[in-house]
């Protein structure tokens, strides 16, 4: 039901978007309305999905649950690939990232949303910010590690590993843990 919310919004808006433009001096309002309705509907039709997903209190709990486990799974990932930074060759990093991290991040972003319910949008949006960040430098060192510059791993890799720690911090606050 969500994904078929969100196509609708997306459609709408893409219909509006036209509309608007297909004559230049004037705008048509009634058909311009008229294209919006959907994508009204549609927010509508989140809002209660999002609803009746937040009153799932077994599956927020599940997701909660996944996202404490996930991030610090990720944690300990990086803190063993930061110990083995010196020992490590250049080019194997991005191996290691992607055998070993690409399963808790997903994990994590899968579950993401259960933050918004339990902790609200002000909480989500600090955590994320955090994990965000973590994962572009995670990203910087893969790509630095193709090109076997170890420097570049190493200074990614180091600024990836605060980022997520302030992450797993932020959340372990959250949750009391």
Do not use: C, H
Not at 147 to 157: A, H, K, M, Q, W
């Amino acid at each position: 039901m969500r994904n078929a919310a969100y196509a609708l919004i997306a459609l709408s808006f893409l219909a509006a978007s036209y509309v608007a433009v297909l004559d230049t001096r004037e705008v048509e309002w009634p058909l311009l309305v008229g294209v919006l309705i959907p994508g009204i509907v549609g927010l509508v039709l989140v809002r209660v999905a999002r609803a009746r997903e937040a009153g799932n209190v077994e599956k927020r709990t599940a997701s909660l649950q996944k996202l404490e486990t996930s991030l610090q799974e990720i944690v300990r990932l990086v803190e063993a690939l930061w110990e083995e930074r010196g020992e490590v060759d250049a080019y194997a990093f991005k191996d290691r990232i992607d055998g070993e991290l690409v399963g808790p991040i997903g994990d994590f972003v899968e579950a993401r949303e259960a933050m918004i319910d339990a902790f609200g949008l002000q909480a989500y949006a600090d955590v994320m910010s955090d994990f965000a960040s973590a994962e572009r430098y995670l990203n910087r060192a893969w790509s630095a590690s193709t090109d076997g510059y170890i420097d570049e791993v190493t200074r990614s890799l180091g600024r990836s590993r605060e980022q997520f720690l302030a992450a797993n911090e932020r959340y372990g606050r959250l949750s009391g843990n």
